[in-house]
């Protein structure tokens, strides 16, 4: 998944639209590291939801927006912006 949005932000054509991708990305990427950083106990237990896995609705609206966002990007982006 992380692979495919770099890979989406590498085609795009609007640097905008790239930067985007990999800030939508970064945020997914960040909130993955730092759950299993404490599954395995090298990093202290913090209250960051786990991206489609956790139960709060404010946490999976979130990354289905990041996702969407992502999605809509790869659509256009071999569009001029």
């Known amino acids: 998944l992380f692979w495919r949005a770099f ?5 795009c054509r ?5 930067q985007l991708v990999i800030g ?3 945020i997914l990427i960040f ?3 730092v759950n299993v950083g404490m599954t395995v106990g090298i990093m202290p237990v913090t209250g960051l939801p786990l991206p489609f896995l956790s ?5 999976m609206l979130t990354s289905i927006v990041l996702i969407a966002l992502i999605l809509n990007a790869g659509r256009r982006r071999f569009q001029y912006l």
């Open 7 to 11: 890979k989406i932000a590498y085609e």
């Open 14 to 18: 609007s640097r905008f639209a790239s």
């Open 24 to 26: 939508a990305s970064t």
């Open 31 to 33: 909130q993955v590291m």
């Open 55 to 59: 139960y709060g609705g404010t946490a």
